[in-house]
């Protein structure tokens, strides 16, 4: 499976904007990135997609560079509740499991 | 919004025992998956399930290791003799279709503690 790379952690001021990076430079094109969370003490959650064009959906907003070698997951106004550890992983159409990284813990400050 | 049900939330059992975790997943999804999460640890694929077989299974998905869905609406992950290192938390997840604009939903697992 194609590796990605996030920070360990990251901190973010209630109801403002984040940004949560992720690189994967060694994608292929039939790599599909996908965003999962997990909050404590739940399992983890879907929270978006995408091939090669930005994707918005209710929970939050996928950018992809034009290379394809990174993504960032945009969280529009960040609440308490967002508080998780956040995937990056990418997955071939058509592959039926997820490999879990590391990801990246998200701590927002009231 | 549907769910991934599992019981037990919680499970205690004594090495050597066998262990059953149960899953509820929705209803009109057709691929299923056991994960698990060893305390401070990564998620890890365990095994897939389709069409009423193992679609995938892992190196950790060893003979201990079994699935049915016995009743079309249950899906089950049998530990036939635990080990304390199979204390972990599980979890499940369900598919609709292998398809570009679904995303897997996992239940909330189940924590088994193998003593």
């Known amino acids: 499976d194609a590796k990605t790379t996030q920070p360990n952690s990251m901190e973010s001021n209630e109801e403002e904007p984040v940004h949560l990076p992720c690189n994967h430079s060694?994608?292929?094109?039939?790599?599909?990135i996908h965003w999962y969370r997990q909050l404590p003490s739940q399992g983890p959650e879907y929270v978006i997609h995408g091939l090669t064009s930005n994707v918005n959906n209710r929970m939050a907003s996928l950018a992809i560079a034009e290379d394809r070698k990174s993504s960032t997951l945009i969280l529009h106004r960040a609440t308490l509740r967002d508080a998780a550890v956040y995937y990056c992983i990418l997955s071939q159409f058509g592959n039926e499991k997820l490999t879990f990284g590391t990801g990246t813990r998200l701590t927002i400050i009231p | 919004e549907p769910e991934v049900t599992q019981t037990p939330s919680h499970q205690v059992t004594q090495m050597g025992q066998e262990v059953i975790l149960r899953c509820v997943p929705i209803s009109n999804h057709l691929y299923f998956y056991w994960y698990r999460q060893i305390l401070g640890q990564k998620v890890e694929f365990l095994v897939s399930?389709?069409?009423?077989?193992?679609?995938?299974k892992s190196e950790i998905f060893d003979d201990q290791f079994s699935v049915e869905r016995p009743d079309g609406s249950n899906f089950t992950l049998k530990i036939r003799s635990t080990k304390l290192e199979d204390s972990a938390m599980y979890f499940c997840a369900s598919l609709k279709e292998v398809k570009a604009n679904y995303g897997y939903t996992f239940g909330s697992g189940t924590r088994l503690t193998v003593v």
């Open positions: 060694t994608i292929s094109g039939t790599d599909y």
């Open positions: 399930f389709y069409n009423n077989e193992i679609s995938e």
